[in-house]
Nanobody, 127 residues
């Protein structure tokens, strides 16, 4: 089992920045590929970013590429999502997820590919 707790959400103006954190406990953090997803009201959950267990491989949704950066600190069992140049369309509940590690080149953009989820943190971007 892996327990995930997100923090760092809030209200920010368009063009601003936020950094989300996801603290993991339980099963060894290094055993997991980590991902961030988001879900806006009335929409399906969508992939945002993914990072391999070593941090050497990252993937991003086209909508956030160049603005968001995913990183992890394995010593702190924490994964981060730095979000810059935020737009109103980034408004959503952001959730982190853990996937049992397969390989550093593993690409997992679908929610059902992940094994554990946090409860989510609200990000609201005002125009």
């Amino acid at each position: 089992q892996v327990q995930l707790v997100e923090s760092g959400g809030g209200l920010v103006q368009a063009g601003g920045s936020l950094r989300l954190s996801c603290a993991a406990s339980g099963r060894t953090f290094l055993d997991n590929t980590m991902g961030w997803f988001r879900q806006a009201p009335g929409k399906e959950r969508e992939f945002v970013a993914q990072i391999s267990r070593s941090g050497g491989s990252t993937y991003y949704a086209d909508s956030v590429k160049g603005r968001f950066t995913i990183s992890r600190d394995n010593a702190k069992n924490t994964v981060y999502l730095q979000m810059n140049t935020l737009k109103p369309e980034d408004t959503a509940v952001y959730s982190c997820a853990a996937r049992h590690w397969r390989s550093d080149s593993d690409y997992a953009p679908e929610p059902n590919q992940y094994d554990y989820w946090g409860q989510g943190t609200q990000v609201t971007v005002s125009s």
